[in-house]
C-alpha cells in the first residue's frame, strides 16, 4: 500500500527497531500500539504507546521527561487511517525535541 507515493508500513513489515521519524503505518499498527497496554495519550492528532521509551532533558523545563512512542493522523482515522511515526516524544507532543542524557 502506498500513500501519496510513500510505502505505508503494516502489522507484518512495521518493526520499532527501524522506524524513522516520517515513516508511514496504516491504522493497524497504531491500534496494536494502543491495545498493549494503556496508552499515553489517544487522540485523533497523537497517539502515543503507554511505556515510556526513555527520559530526555525538556529545554522549557530543564526538567527530565519521559518520551512515548508517537504516532499522528495523516488520513482517515482509527480504524481505516494512514499515521505517521513521530519518533519519542514527550506525552501530547508529536515533535521529537530535548536532549538525551550524557552517559559517562
Excluded at 503494516?10 to 521519524?21: H, L, P, V
Excluded at 488520513?75 to 501530547?92: A, I, L
Amino acid at each position: 500500500m502506498t500513500y501519496n507515493g510513500r510505502e505505508v508500513f503494516t502489522e507484518d513489515n512495521f518493526s520499532y527497531d527501524r522506524a524513522k521519524i516520517g515513516d508511514l503505518v496504516d491504522a493497524d499498527v497504531v491500534m496494536e500500539a494502543m491495545d498493549c497496554l494503556p496508552p499515553a495519550c489517544m487522540r485523533l492528532g497523537c497517539a502515543q504507546l503507554g511505556e515510556p521509551y526513555s527520559h530526555r532533558e525538556d529545554p522549557e523545563t530543564g526538567k527530565w521527561r519521559a518520551t512515548y512512542a508517537t504516532f499522528k493522523c495523516l488520513q482517515g482515522g482509527w480504524n481505516k487511517g494512514v499515521w505517521e511515526y513521530m519518533g519519542h516524544c514527550f506525552r501530547g507532543e508529536t515533535t521529537e525535541r530535548g536532549k538525551d542524557p550524557v552517559y559517562c
